[in-house]
């Protein structure tokens, strides 16, 4: 990393950690104390106090009375901004409930790339007692899974040595992922069994912008025991069919 | 600030900075370039790269097809973690619908402390035409307004400094708003006029957690020419019975 006057690696690394901080939080963390922070980071209390005390003069993490941090009520700002930009038109929601249905209740999905992490933007959970649910706007690796596959196909060969190596599974995994992708680029969809998660399968292809480029993936997730290559081969022309219909609607990247 | 190894303050201001990056997008910016980011921040175009790819990686930015930079989809998380905190209950939403109808069409809002900031957690549109509305999550000064008063009540004469101070201004402004406080202490409610912003009135009173110290404030805000003295002693007694009732309902702070 460059350095420059100002404080350049010390700096981004503050920042990295504030975030970091912020994603302890989560739908079965509501709630932590700063020793939590400290155990589940490893830095020095000092480092901890310091970004807390930061975040909590903007608004983004809040004691409450019982003494402990939760995220506060600045975050709400961020909340707006972020489900403005983010907003799914409403056909774009129906193009997701349908394929929902039309797969017999699996739960779908859309998927947008973000550096070698895959973020899930919108969701239709499924019907059915054992599904697949994710976490809306949380990071999830690249490498792993139909969504990755299909978000990578046309990156240049650097993005998916890169997306490889942030695996961490060596060496030998770099040509593993490279050919992963080529399939789906030649495919146009991609499907996977157990990548990132036992048990879990995925059906995806991509949806495209103006210029052709891969904006996201859009598809399907549940249990790989409902995944069997039958009911595959019956979710990929839905898949196909409503990726087409998401590319025509151009919503990807936000409104202008 | 006391520096400890690790990087103190330059930590903490490229936290603070990459923090008001992302508070140039609202609803009336939401999508910026660097230039942009550079000419609104006056910070070396180096910096702004530098955050704006730190910020990028985490999904909080994202640089959209045209070019232009966006709130990344990372946010969407945060939106999630913010409503899940913040979400009123129906009682206390309906205490803020009420309160607004009572009033004739005021807006109706909730607000809490941070720092030497207040910030909106809840509001009511009211119904008028010519209606106040503020933005949910966004920081506004503690020192000014009704709501302030009310949030500072009860508060440590250091606390009421420190808000004078972030007003800038001036000495004299000290002993103004601790007289303000004092008084809003003493009745246990609040009226102001144009304090924050020209042609606007505020009444508020104190929302108490269980321990009854000040958790929030509640009340109503508009055009000054509508909050003339007959109509705000008429404004009062709803708005005491609604900071009364949410008291009761123990909410502010976010669930366990």
């Given at each position: 990393m460059q350095q420059t006057p100002g404080g350049g690696g010390e700096g981004v690394r503050s920042v990295l950690r504030a975030l970091d901080l912020l994603a302890l939080f989560d739908e079965t963390h509501r709630s932590r104390t700063v020793r939590e922070l400290i155990d589940a980071t490893g830095l020095p209390k000092s480092t901890v106090v310091r970004l807390v005390a930061t975040l909590e003069q903007r608004g983004l993490l809040w004691t409450r009375a019982d003494g402990r941090l939760a995220p506060g009520a600045g975050m709400l700002r961020w909340a707006q901004l972020a489900q403005d930009a983010w907003q799914l038109p409403a056909e774009a929601v129906e193009c997701l409930r349908s394929l929902s249905e039309e797969s017999g209740g699996e739960s779908s999905r859309i998927y947008v790339r973000q550096g070698v992490s895959r973020l899930c933007v919108a969701q239709h959970e499924?019907?059915?007692?054992l599904r697949h649910v994710v976490r809306i706007g949380e990071a999830m690796p690249l490498w792993a899974g139909a969504s990755g596959h299909v978000l990578l196909a046309g990156s240049p060969p650097e993005d998916v040595r890169a997306a490889a190596a942030a695996a961490?599974?060596?060496?030998?995994f770099g040509p593993v992922l490279a050919e992963r992708v080529r399939r789906a680029e030649e495919q146009g969809w991609a499907v996977s069994h157990g990548e990132r998660e036992d048990g879990v399968s995925a059906v995806a292809a991509p949806v495209t912008d103006a210029t052709g480029r891969v904006a996201a993936a859009v598809g399907l997730g549940g249990p790989t025991s409902r995944f069997t290559r039958e009911r595959v081969e019956g979710f990929l022309p839905v898949v196909l069919k409503v990726a087409e219909q998401l590319s025509k609607l151009q919503f990807i990247g936000g409104r202008p």
């Open positions: 499924g019907t059915q007692q961490g599974r060596g060496p030998d």
